[in-house]
């Protein structure tokens, strides 16, 4: 379980520049600060993944991902709101990727994080993402600044939802298939 004072210690972590390793609902992750670009080179050198795929910011709460929320049309908005926290990634215009995790109760303390982060799985590019601390790499683990154990998690990453195109024509699409309940997402989504 990570506990109030772990999250602090997180936040001291991203702000310094380093990176972390935590579960929230889906898989474990890797995060760092989103406004620090040698974070950000690091995180992406740890998951072994190619430096021109585009990377989600996450934030622990909706009230932290205020400011990507903010300046969204009112039918894009409205489908995130919904959405959020949820098993989702969402795409908005612009191409940028949001995610805000419904943080399982041994990871609720993270949501005391204002920090938007940077994430991705805590695994190397193409293995299997990790359900539990002990199923990540044990170099990787080594080589994160901060591990923080959220307990077993359900171990499907999350559903990556393309909302690019969604505030003028509606349209949406399943870029991944993932965690989120298919019949739950055509319920929010062609309702608006």
Request: hydrophobic letters at 50%; proline letters at 9%; charged letters at 15%.
């Amino acid at each position: 379980m990570i506990t109030p004072d772990q999250a602090r210690r997180a936040v001291g972590v991203l702000e310094d520049g380093g990176v972390i390793l935590f579960g929230a609902d889906t898989v474990y992750g890797l995060a760092c600060a989103a406004d620090q670009p040698d974070a950000v080179t690091r995180l992406v050198q740890l998951k072994g993944r190619d430096a021109a795929k585009p990377n989600a910011t996450l934030a622990f709460s909706v009230e932290a991902a205020a400011p990507l929320l903010e300046p969204l049309g009112p039918r894009t908005s409205a489908a995130a709101r919904a959405l959020l926290p949820g098993s989702v990634t969402l795409v908005l215009p612009g191409g940028g990727g949001l995610r805000v995790p419904r943080l399982v109760p041994g990871a609720e303390a993270l949501a005391a994080i204002p920090t938007l982060v940077v994430q991705s799985s805590a695994n190397r590019a193409g293995e299997p993402a990790p359900a539990t601390l002990t199923d990540v790499a044990a170099p990787l683990c080594a080589a994160v600044d901060l591990a923080l154990d959220a307990g077993p998690l359900p171990g499907t990453a999350s559903t990556v939802i393309d909302l690019s195109a969604y505030e003028g024509t509606g349209a949406w699409g399943v870029l991944r298939h993932g965690a989120a309940d298919p019949r739950a997402l055509v319920a929010v989504l062609d309702a608006r």
